[in-house]
């Protein structure tokens, strides 16, 4: 199946009642897969007209303590971040997914990274952070996607999985799993009727500043919380390695293909993955560097994730980038010639290795 039916599978199989959003290109699948089976499960979807409204409901849906979730695309994500940042203030957990697009503005509809930025900082008002998913194939759009229903609901937070065209179009094998089996959270702060017990309210507005600053520093102290837990990534062929390629998503695929055709050629290259791309796994990248001597960092944006590999390793190792906009990608034949390059030992007037 491809990337986006795969998110519409692990979302119903981790329980999602409510979904609401809005078409846009390249993530129709699941607006329409959502559309296609949530009714006859006696769940609620939803075409909202417009993203603004799309987000608000999920907002309220999940105020009601239900799991709910939206999906759209790069511009249409831009258009969520007022709610994004309300959702985040009141503490709510929502799924939110991101299928990228070329920008800035309408752009394309071509895949691309560069949303990377607005996802990892927060791209709404205030000082919030919501954690986001990179998945690089179809099954981990699935598998992502129970992960996300869960962490929304430990840490009471928005949940992004930031993936994109290429990675939402592509066909490949999934294995249809189920959730692992946990204990579903509970949320006695949903406003389910305040029938038998006091009322209480959920909302981001808190005029007092005492009240506005502590709200904050109980933000501050969760995000830390996630840092210090959830950080993931995966390193690849990386503990020899004396070149490692970096990369998300799509990049991270081609750069797995490099690696593997440079270790065909006897030369030491490595790949290494975040997988949450907030909280970054800085201990885990600099841990999978015990011999590198040089980085390929591999993007299809302009250096938004050049900068979180820049500041995990204290810009210690010279780092190559290779970077591409409005839908274009490096190849893996671009990568192993960098590979090459950095790896192969000069030569001497005679043709032989010094």
């Known amino acids: 199946m491809s990337g986006n039916d795969a998110v519409v599978e692990g979302a119903i199989r981790a329980g999602v009642e409510c979904y609401f959003g809005y078409p846009i290109t390249p993530q129709n699948e699941i607006i ?126 928005p949940v992004m999985i930031l993936s994109d065209g290429r990675i939402g179009q592509t066909m490949e094998p999934v294995e249809l799993r189920d959730p692992p089996a946990k204990k579903r959270v509970e949320k006695p702060w949903a406003l389910t009727g305040a029938k038998g017990r006091p009322g209480h309210y959920l909302c981001s507005l808190l005029l007092p500043v005492p009240e506005l600053a502590e709200h904050n520093r109980l933000l501050q102290k969760t995000y830390r919380e996630i840092e210090r837990r959830e950080p993931r990534g995966e390193a690849y062929q990386t503990a020899d390695a004396g070149v490692v390629f970096i990369g998300y998503g799509t990049c991270a695929r081609i750069a797995r293909e490099a690696t593997d055709i440079l270790r065909d050629e006897g ?14 796994p800085n201990k885990k990248l600099v841990a999978a560097l015990p011999k590198a001597k040089a980085l390929v960092v591999a993007e299809m944006s302009t250096g938004q994730l050049l900068q979180d590999v820049r500041l995990a390793t204290s810009d210690k190792l010279p780092i190559e980038f290779v970077g591409y906009t409005g839908g274009e990608a490096p190849t893996v034949k671009e990568l192993v010639a960098i590979g090459r390059k950095l790896l192969q030992k000069p030569r001497n007037g005679n043709g032989r290795k010094k």
Not at 86 to 107: D, E, F, H, K, M
Not at 122 to 137: E, F, K, Q, R, S
Not at 267 to 280: C, E, H, N, V
């Open 32 to 157: 329409a897969g959502m559309a296609a089976r949530l009714p006859g499960l006696g769940r609620a979807f939803l075409q909202s007209e417009s993203e603004l409204a799309a987000i608000s409901m999920v907002h309220g849906a999940a105020a009601a303590g239900k799991r709910a979730m939206t999906t759209s695309s790069s511009p249409g994500i831009s258009l969520m971040q007022e709610g994004i940042s309300y959702i985040a203030g009141t503490r709510l957990p929502v799924v939110i997914v991101n299928v990228q697009r070329g920008g800035p503005g309408l752009g394309n509809i071509a895949a691309a990274q560069g949303d990377y930025f607005q996802a990892t900082r927060g791209g709404g008002n205030g000082d919030y952070h919501v954690i986001v998913l990179a998945p690089d194939c179809a099954q981990e759009m699935l598998d992502l996607t129970f992960q996300a229903f869960d962490l929304a609901d430990q840490y009471r937070t």
């Open 267 to 280: 030369l030491k290259a490595g790949m290494f993955r975040p997988i949450t791309l907030w909280p970054f």
